[in-house]
């Protein structure tokens, strides 16, 4: 396998992804006692959720498998236990105190889960690394942010504090200037639901 093949989608994958993008209709509420039976120790409202929630695309560089769960929070724990010698550990912190400012109701970045609304948003993310796209669903009762994840890169061209705190309060504002970089905070756990491009799914 071509090491320059990761990442990429086939085009069975990229299929997937456009059937995909069509809206989701809720799927049928579960027989409550299949769920009773299957899953005991989990409740049945979260199932359901997660059953009928939308479809979004997440992307990292761990494999996982359909049904597998991922975690919220992987980059606040990478940020947060780096500390300041993280390149984005200062940048996090500005962003996290103008959300307790301007916005506390809205879900931190630090303990979330990101996800992306579009499959060409998640393919391009980071596309200089060999990480996977991933289907993902969550659960709809769950807290989520929808931002413009391209006001970070704005904010670094800005030099006066009054300027990028401006820029911040714009995307805990949820104000969308480039609906191709748009990302959602989700203050949960991801399902997976398929793998859309890794090593065996080279480009065709």
Request: hydrophobic content about 40%; some cysteine; overall charge negative.
């Amino acid at each position: 396998m071509n090491p320059d093949d990761i990442g990429k989608p086939s085009q069975a994958a990229l299929a997937m992804a456009q059937r995909l993008r069509q809206p989701t209709v809720p799927a049928a509420p579960p027989n409550p006692d299949e769920l009773s039976s299957a899953q005991p120790d989990a409740p049945a409202t979260t199932i359901e959720g997660i059953r009928s929630g939308f479809i979004y695309y997440h992307r990292t560089q761990p494999l996982y498998e359909p049904g597998d769960r991922i975690l919220p929070g992987m980059w606040g724990r990478l940020v947060l236990g780096t500390g300041p010698a993280h390149s984005s550990f200062y940048r996090e912190m500005v962003w996290e105190m103008v959300r307790c400012a301007v916005a506390p109701d809205a879900h931190s970045r630090l303990p979330a889960a990101f996800v992306f609304e579009e499959f060409d948003t998640a393919q391009a993310f980071r596309s200089d690394r060999p990480e996977y796209v991933y289907v993902v669903r969550f659960d709809a009762a769950l807290r989520t942010h929808r931002a413009d994840m391209s006001l970070i890169d704005v904010a670094t061209r800005h030099r006066s504090v009054a300027d990028v705190e401006a820029i911040v309060r714009r995307y805990w504002a949820g104000e969308i200037i480039d609906p191709k970089q748009v990302e959602v905070l989700v203050d949960g756990e991801l399902e997976v639901v398929a793998r859309l491009t890794g090593p065996d799914r080279p480009a065709a």
